[in-house]
C-alpha cells in the first residue's frame, strides 16, 4: 500500500530530516509514528502528501511512483488520501453538514451523491444530530470528529491522522482513538504520528519509531517506548 | 479539464461572494482601475490622433518629383519613365509635361494666373511623380533615382518627413511606456484586493489543497473575482472617455480642420477600438494579478 525505498530528505538548509527509511506499510495495517520532536515525523507525513519531495529514494502509495508524479496529478494522489490534523481545520463558517460536504464538492461529486453519502459518514460518527450546527458550538472531539469524517467521506485508502488526539482530554481522546480504529477495520489503511504515550501503548499496533531521521524500531505490535 | 456546468455555477457564486465580502476594497479597486485606464484612454486617444494626424501629413508627402533636363527627346523621357518604374517601393509612376505642369500653375494662381499668359518660352521642365508605397522608401529611392542620367533635379520633402517620422516615433514609442506602467498599476491594484480575499480564505484554500483540488479548481473564483473587476473598471474608463471625447470632438475638430487639414479620428471609430482594448485589458489586467496573488497561496 505504502512503501518507501531508501527514502532521503535533506532541506535545503543543509538539516537532514530523514535519512535511508525504508517502510512498507501494506493494506489495512495501522501504524503509530513515534519519536521525539524533529526525529522526523512531520517530514514522513509530508512526504507522503507529497507536500515535499524526498531528495533520495522512492515512494509508492496505492501502486503509484509518487516520486516521479507530475504536479498536475497531486490532486488524484491526495484524493486517495484522508487527512486529519491535530487542529481540527473545519471552515468556521460552514456548518458540519456543509464542512463534509465541501470535501465532496471539491471533487465535484454530484448533489444527489453528497445528500447521500455526508449523512451516512455523519451517522457513522455519531454527529447525526449536530449536522447544522457550527464548528464553534461544538466540543474538541466532536470537531475533531468533523474533520475525520470529512477525511473519509470520499472513501479514501489511506487515513493519515497528524496527531489527533493532540489537543483532547484524553477521554475524548479515546473516543477518537476508537473511531480510528472502526475506520481502519473498514479496511482503511491508517498512519498516525503521535505523542500520545497511553494511546500507543494500549492500542498494540504496529509502532514505528524515529529518531534523527532514522527508524530506530518497527515492532508488529509495539509500545511508545519514550518517557516524554 | 472539462469542468462541469455545477463547478462553473459554484465558481461564479463564489467569485462574486468575494466581492461582497470586501465591497470596500471591491468599490476602491475598480475605481482605482478605473482611473488607470481613464488616463490609458487618454495618452491611447492622444496617439491615435497624432499617427491619424501623421497618416494624413504623410500622404502629402509622400512623392519625389524628378525634374528631367529640356534637351531630351520623347525616347529618351520614356526610357526614363520606365527605368524607374523598376524601383522597389515605388507605387506609381505619372508624367507631367511642360504644358502639363504650366496649366497645372495657372490653375493654382487661379484669378492671377493671366500673368502667365505672356510668357514666350515654357520654363517649366518635364517631370515625373513618384509615388512611394511608404514615406520611409524615400531615401533608397532617392539614391537610385540618382544615377539615371538626364534628369535636372530631384524633390522630395526630407527635412519635413524626417521630422515627422521622429515626432510620431517618440509619441509612439512615450506613449507606449506610459501604457505599460499603467497597466503594471492596474494589475498591482487588482492583485491586492484578491490577495485580501485570498488571505481571508487562505483556511479554506489550504484544506481544499489537503481534500484533493485541483489548482484551477482553487484558482478560479478568485480569477472571476479579477475579471469582474477588471471588467467593471473597463467599463467605467471607458464610459467616461467615451463621453469626454465626443465633447472635445464636437468642439475642437472644426477648428483643426482648418488649422492641419486633418480631423479628429471619429467617436465611434475610437470608442469601438478602446472598447475592444479596454475590456481585453480591463479581464486580462484582472484575471493576471488574480493569478499573481494567488501563488505562494497554492505552495502546499
Do not use: C
Not at chain 1, 33 to 55: Q, R, Y
Amino acid at each position: 500500500m505504502i512503501e518507501l525505498f531508501n527514502v532521503t530528505k535533506q532541506y535545503k538548509n543543509g538539516t537532514s530530516a530523514l535519512s535511508n527509511i525504508n517502510v512498507q506499510i501494506s493494506k489495512g495495517d495501522f501504524v503509530f509514528l513515534v519519536g521525539p520532536s524533529g526525529a522526523g515525523k512531520s517530514t514522513f507525513i509530508k512526504l507522503l502528501l507529497k507536500e515535499i519531495e524526498p531528495t533520495e529514494g522512492r515512494i509508492t502509495i496505492d501502486d503509484i511512483d509518487t516520486t516521479n508524479l507530475s504536479k498536475r496529478k497531486i490532486p488524484m494522489l491526495r484524493r486517495k488520501i484522508g487527512f486529519v490534523f491535530q487542529d481540527f481545520r473545519l471552515l468556521q463558517n460552514k456548518t458540519v453538514f456543509e464542512n463534509v460536504a465541501f470535501a465532496m464538492e471539491i471533487i465535484e461529486a454530484s448533489p444527489k451523491e453528497i445528500r447521500r453519502q455526508v449523512p451516512t459518514i455523519l451517522s457513522m460518527v455519531a454527529l447525526s444530530d449536530k449536522a447544522n450546527m457550527y464548528p464553534e458550538q461544538l466540543s474538541g472531539g466532536e470537531q475533531q470528529r468533523v474533520s475525520i469524517a470529512r477525511a473519509i467521506v470520499n472513501n479514501p485508502a489511506v487515513l493519515i491522522a497528524d496527531e489527533p488526539t493532540g489537543n483532547l482530554d484524553p477521554e475524548t481522546a479515546w473516543e477518537i482513538m476508537k473511531l480510528i480504529k472502526q475506520i481502519n477495520r473498514r479496511g482503511t489503511t491508517v498512519v498516525m504520528a503521535t505523542h500520545a504515550k497511553e494511546i500507543v501503548d494500549m492500542m498494540q499496533q504496529r509502532v514505528i519509531a524515529l529518531e534523527g531521521g532514522r527508524i530506530v524500531r518497527d515492532d508488529k505490535k509495539g509500545v511508545y517506548g519514550y518517557e516524554d | 479539464m472539462a469542468m462541469k456546468i455545477r463547478t462553473v455555477s459554484y465558481m461564479i457564486r463564489q467569485g462574486f461572494k468575494g466581492l461582497w465580502r470586501n465591497r470596500m476594497m471591491t468599490f476602491a479597486s475598480i475605481g482605482s482601475v478605473a482611473s488607470a485606464l481613464i488616463i490609458l484612454g487618454i495618452v491611447f486617444m492622444i496617439i491615435l490622433n497624432i499617427n491619424s494626424l501623421a497618416e494624413t501629413a504623410k500622404g502629402q508627402f509622400d512623392s519625389i518629383q524628378l525634374y528631367l533636363k529640356d534637351d531630351l527627346d520623347q525616347k529618351k523621357i520614356d526610357e526614363i519613365g520606365k527605368t524607374v518604374n523598376k524601383i522597389d517601393g515605388i507605387e506609381s509612376v505619372y508624367y507631367i509635361s511642360k504644358a502639363e505642369a504650366l496649366q497645372d500653375l495657372k490653375k493654382q494662381w487661379g484669378e492671377h494666373g493671366y500673368l502667365l499668359e505672356g510668357l514666350e518660352v515654357n520654363p517649366l521642365p518635364n517631370s515625373y511623380v513618384l509615388k512611394l508605397k511608404d514615406i520611409k522608401y524615400s531615401e533608397q529611392v532617392v539614391d537610385q533615382v540618382k544615377n539615371v542620367s538626364g534628369l535636372e533635379e530631384v524633390k522630395y520633402y526630407k527635412d519635413i518627413v524626417d521630422k515627422l517620422l521622429r515626432i510620431t516615433h517618440f509619441i509612439r514609442m512615450t506613449g507606449m511606456i506610459v501604457i505599460g506602467i499603467l497597466i503594471g498599476i492596474s494589475m498591482f491594484i487588482i492583485s491586492n484586493t484578491i490577495k485580501i480575499t485570498v488571505a481571508a480564505r487562505y483556511r479554506e484554500i489550504n484544506i481544499m489543497k489537503y481534500v484533493g483540488a485541483t489548482n484551477w479548481f482553487v484558482r478560479w473564483p478568485f480569477l472571476i473575482e479579477g475579471m469582474i473587476l477588471g471588467f467593471a473598471g473597463s467599463v467605467i474608463a471607458l464610459a467616461v472617455i467615451g463621453y469626454s471625447y465626443k465633447n472635445i470632438f464636437d468642439l475642437i475638430t472644426e477648428k483643426m480642420y482648418v488649422m492641419v487639414s486633418a480631423y479628429m479620428i471619429p467617436t465611434p471609430l475610437l470608442v469601438n477600438n478602446l472598447a475592444v482594448i479596454f475590456l481585453v485589458l480591463g479581464t486580462g489586467i484582472g484575471a493576471l494579478g488574480s493569478i499573481f496573488s494567488m501563488r505562494k497561496f497554492l505552495k502546499v
